[in-house]
């Protein structure tokens, strides 16, 4: 049996050698064209992920939830930090909070405008996640717990999630929205709304895990 695989493998070998890939004789474009020209937007990048390959996607969203859930476990049985040491002097607080504002405009320019140009769902996530880590090292612990339960940011995470599998799931079908005018703000059918989904994930994804860490942690 193991030389009908030798043989196989050998055969395959040679075929990718000598025989040409028909497909790649009949492009006139150039693939980035082809991704931009089918997805309807000037992001390559962000067709790719949200379009070619948005089965990738749907699991790469589903492994960071996955992971959030790993950390309440893992550290469902640690004692809560008795002491958390935060940045107390002013000049400190001044500059991680003002680096917190210029990080959540760039999550909202990302979010918003990430289908134009380079950024995305994922990149916005990171920045609004950075924003909520630069606050959370000059506030109380406390308030920042108090302030994600009130809005019911958990919910709301959880809402993202589901929308964004849905209208995935609805993609994969055939079903696409009008891709509208290339370069327009509203364009490319549904790969703006999962930007912003998939950045609203990310950004209070990381709000649970860091409010996690600092709880059972310690800030530093």
């Known amino acids: 049996m193991k030389w009908v695989y030798i043989a196989a493998g050998i055969a395959l070998f040679i075929k990718m050698l000598l025989i040409p890939n028909p497909a790649l004789n009949l492009l006139d474009t150039s693939i980035v064209e082809l991704v931009v020209r089918d997805s309807g937007v000037p992001n390559a990048v962000s067709g790719i992920i949200f379009r070619n390959r948005l089965y990738d996607t749907i699991f790469e969203v589903v492994v960071f939830t996955i992971s959030i859930l790993g950390a309440y476990f893992l550290l469902a049985n640690e004692k809560p930090s008795t002491k958390i040491y935060q940045f107390t002097d002013q000049p400190s607080i001044v500059l991680a909070r003002l680096g917190a504002t210029i990080a959540a ?17 994922f990149a916005a996530g990171v920045a609004g996640g950075t924003a909520i880590g630069l606050v959370a090292i000059t506030s109380s612990s406390e308030w920042m717990q108090a302030l994600y339960k009130r809005w019911h940011f958990a919910t709301w995470e959880k809402i993202s999630i589901l929308i964004f599998i849905g209208l995935a799931v609805i993609t994969l079908s055939g079903l696409e929205l009008p891709h509208g005018e290339l370069g327009a703000l509203v364009s490319g059918g549904v790969i703006p709304i999962l930007n912003i989904l998939v950045a609203a994930k990310v950004a209070l994804g990381s709000w649970a895990v860091i409010l996690l860490f600092i709880r059972y942690r310690g800030l530093l």
């Open 105 to 121: 405009l760039v999550s909202i320019e990302l979010a918003i405008r990430g289908h134009l140009s380079p950024g995305g769902g």
